[in-house]
């Protein structure tokens, strides 16, 4: 393609100015002079890219991509068979995986001057795989079913895990990097539509009849392709020609698509503002991902020129030429745990095999250990955090594994203390508050970009796929933004039409809200009266959870001592306490993170027969009970209570829903429909065994 040819004319001018002439030899590898340039023993500079002729690059390329030399066989040949019989489109773009870490491998001062100066070196590597190509096609058994695709590129993989390739984050890129091979990750917040550009095109000189290229200029923001004003040629005596005209067919047009990617928020520090940058994604890799997607990009960092503004400085922006893309949506309620943890974990429970739900209510009290009490609180808000098993029915319709949470109660109780403290032990949480909260802001926006195009702008249901959306002050947030969840927290999407762009996100999410009572919660009325939520979104909520703040003298003074007790001594706030009436220290807030993500990778429950029963038998007593509340006794009630068992069964660490997880499901069920464990919630250190 054209970057190839551009590659070429740099390295011979710069071979010009070289002094001696470079030879090359497959046996002995590169030399210049007594030295090889690539190898050991050479006296030019290491990292010296113009010492070296194009054709030992792509030479040096083929004998890595054939496996010449290396320590193991190579798999990008595999890769290039594959592409030449099973693809039948010859027009089209594909890629080729190639592991930075082996190319290092085969030759470190290789695999480094790619690195630096990967946008003179790529050319290179990509005819090596067309050459490579076609000797594949010449020798292989089924040549004849195999077809060259002339459009391959080599797509970049596990660069070395060094702070000057690997940035940690958005924030980490510097002018320093601009022209270097990085890899940086980030969540997709905006994606723009693929486009068509023309990357090259040839002219004629009308005098002289001489015949060159011409490329976009990728430094300027609209990427135009200037037509010359002076022709090239190379003649003693100058052509001042001034009138060119475009060759017919000479036109090379490029599938083009911007996204935006931001900081991952999970990563980001209490104040710090999440940082973005543009990635531009080029023939195989449009439409690779969509807003929501947390991405992994290797590319080329760039600089620049933002649009003319008047009266207005111009300034340049930093733009990422992505190579590869590689989508870690597996990853986001997930993360790697260590053995020794997981060991600690196993031996945990093996000590408490006898007393299952005495462990389990240690574990309990881990969560938000500031707040006193409160047992029966934080254990369905631990087992929204797990979640249960989600599948697929015959007819390939998803059924959410995802629980959400509803928490109704006075001021004053901690509901926002424990959003923070659920948003902390989730890998992946977005938290907002319903002030000023809109419809838009919770799903996807729909803003023109520069060029004044539509493009979507993800939410904070969208940026929370995957993970936990913690809502505050639920009640703020007006009726008809409110129903906009619907679909979000029960089919797990959303789809969206707007300024003609119609698309589906998913919202593969657990929903966590609070809110405040409508005036004093009155017992006798219902739930949906009293917080002033309709059926259809209450009956969406796995957990409806109230907390009262009622008279208790006993109950008072054991709050009033939690909090004294932690000021006496040192005259500073309150910290967590550091033991348990239960089994001794607390597990720290990022054990606790390690267990439940562990937990939700190692388990999936099934039910038992014992399980069913149960939870059939709830489920058609709830059904016929007189005092049937419509809004919480649907079949939604049934799917709930399964996965509420189920996660019960991970935080018990065992693979089957025995009968304890079924009662246990259904304690926690009885305790936010009936009007005694309502008033009583908040006064209990512990839960009654099954």
């Not at 060759?247 to 990617?261: A, L, M, T």
């Not at 009726?479 to 998913?506: F, P, W, Y």
Request: net charge neutral.
């Amino acid at each position: 393609g054209q970057c190839r040819r551009r590659g070429e004319h740099e390295l011979d001018q710069a071979v010009k100015r070289a002094k001696r002439k470079r030879e090359f030899s497959s046996a002995q590898g590169w030399r210049r002079g007594r030295g090889g340039a690539l190898g050991f023993g050479s006296m030019a500079p290491p990292y010296d890219h113009e010492a070296i002729h194009p054709h030992e690059y792509v030479e040096a390329f083929e004998r890595f991509i054939e496996g010449k030399g290396g320590k193991s066989p190579n798999p990008i040949t595999a890769q290039l068979v594959d592409i030449a019989i099973e693809e039948l489109d010859t027009m089209g773009h594909y890629g080729v995986e190639i592991d930075l870490l082996s190319l290092l491998d085969f030759n470190q001062r290789l695999g480094t001057i790619l690195i630096q100066y990967p946008s003179t070196i790529l050319p290179f590597l990509n005819d090596a795989l067309l050459k490579v190509q076609h000797k594949i096609r010449e020798t292989h058994e089924n040549k004849f079913l195999m077809e060259v695709k002339e459009l391959i590129h080599a797509r970049l993989t596990h660069p070395p895990s060094c702070p000057s390739v690997r940035k940690p984050n958005v924030s980490s890129l510097r002018s320093q990097d601009v022209g270097r091979l990085i890899q940086v990750q980030g969540t997709v917040v905006r994606a723009g539509l693929i486009k068509t550009l023309e990357s090259e095109r040839m002219y004629e000189c009308s005098k002289c009849k001489h015949s060159f290229r011409v490329y976009t200029d990728t430094s300027m923001h609209n990427s135009t392709l200037t037509p010359p004003s002076s022709c090239p040629s190379n003649r003693q005596k100058p052509c001042k020609s001034t009138s060119f005209a475009v060759v017919e067919g000479s036109r090379v047009c490029r599938d083009y698509q911007e996204i935006k990617i931001q900081e991952q928020i999970q990563t980001l520090e209490v104040g710090s503002i999440p940082r973005n940058i543009l990635v531009v994604l080029e023939d195989d890799l449009v439409d690779k991902c969509k807003p929501g997607d947390d991405i992994e990009v290797v590319g080329v960092l760039k600089t620049r020129w933002k649009g003319l503004v008047k009266e207005a400085r111009p300034d340049l922006e930093m733009v990422l030429a992505a190579n590869h893309v590689r989508v870690r949506n597996e990853d986001k309620s997930c993360c790697s745990v260590a053995e020794d943890l997981v060991r600690e974990f196993e031996a945990f429970w093996a000590d408490n095999n006898q007393e299952p739900l005495r462990a389990r209510d240690h574990i309990v009290s881990s969560v938000c250990p500031q707040l006193c009490g409160m047992t029966k609180v934080k254990l369905p808000l631990l087992l929204c955090l797990i979640g249960g098993v989600a599948r697929l029915d015959p007819s390939g319709t998803r059924i959410r594994g995802e629980s959400h949470c509803l928490l109704i109660g006075d001021p004053g109780l901690g509901k926002s203390q424990l959003l923070k403290c659920a948003a902390k032990l989730s890998n992946r949480a977005v938290h907002t508050t319903g002030i000023g909260t809109t419809s838009a802001g919770l799903t996807v926006t729909a803003q023109r970009d520069a060029g004044g195009e539509w493009v979507l702008e993800a939410g904070a249901l969208v940026l929370a796929d995957g993970g936990l959306c913690c809502i505050d002050e639920f009640d703020s947030i007006k009726e008809s933004d409110r129903t906009t969840i619907h679909e979000a927290m029960e089919q797990q999407t959303i789809s969206v039409a707007k300024a003609g762009l119609v698309c589906k996100l998913n919202t593969r999410t657990t929903v966590l809200a609070a809110t405040n009572p409508k005036g004093k919660f009155n017992l006798e009325e219902s739930i949906s009266v009293n917080c002033a939520m309709g059926t259809p979104l209450l009956s969406r909520f796995d957990i409806v959870m109230a907390m009262l703040d009622t008279r208790d003298e006993e109950w008072d003074m054991q709050v009033s001592s939690h909090i004294l007790q932690s000021w006496q001594m040192t005259g500073t706030p309150p910290t967590p306490a550091l033991s348990s009436p239960l089994l001794g220290k607390h597990w720290d807030m990022n054990k606790l993170k390690m267990y439940v993500s562990h937990v939700k990778q190692r388990f999936s429950p099934t039910l038992s027969a014992s399980s069913e029963a149960i939870l059939t038998a709830y489920y058609k007593h709830q059904r016929n009970g007189s005092e049937r509340n419509a809004a919480r006794t649907t079949i939604r009630m049934l799917e709930s209570m399964i996965r509420l068992a189920q996660a019960h069964a991970r935080l018990c660490y065992h693979d089957e829903v025995s009968a304890d997880d079924a009662v246990a499901a259904v304690q926690v069920l009885e305790s936010c429909q009936s009007p005694e464990s309502m008033n009583q919630g908040l006064h209990v250190q512990g839960i009654d065994t099954p």
